[in-house]
């Protein structure tokens, strides 16, 4: 069984940061793609930030020079750090993980975390 969990959502003033962390656990062979979207209310869920196993990363452009995603291969760990929050921030961030699980290491499959909800308020 493979494990996505998200952690670091809140509530935070316009102008604030916050910091989500994405843990993945389980029976894993090896874990490629690691990446965070978001969903608003009304909206469909689109990417925010992903990373590659080799550390190679996409922004959406709405959150250039403001967001960084890092990802920690070892711990199979990504974390978002989000400054300069503005209230289009706002919605239900997402973990997604596509990785080789150790029960069928051949194949590709993604994962989805249950969400950490960012508020900002203006």
């Known amino acids: 069984q493979v494990q996505v969990v998200e952690s670091g959502g809140g509530l935070v003033q316009a102008g604030g940061s916050l910091r989500l962390s994405c843990a993945v656990s389980?029976?894993?062979?090896?874990?490629?793609?690691m990446g965070w979207y978001r969903q608003a209310p009304g909206n469909q869920r689109e990417l925010v930030a992903s990373s590659t196993s080799s550390n190679s990363t996409i922004y959406a452009d709405s959150v250039k020079g403001r967001f960084i995603i890092s990802r920690d291969n070892a711990k199979n760990t990504v974390s978002l750090q989000m400054n300069s929050l503005n209230p289009e921030d706002t919605g239900v961030y997402y973990c997604?993980?596509?990785?080789?699980?150790?029960?069928?290491?051949?194949?590709?499959?993604?994962?989805w975390g249950l969400g950490t909800q960012v508020t900002v308020s203006s």
């Open positions: 997604k993980a596509i990785l080789r699980p150790g029960t069928d290491y051949q194949h590709q499959y993604q994962y």
């Open positions: 389980g029976s894993i062979f090896s874990v490629d793609d």
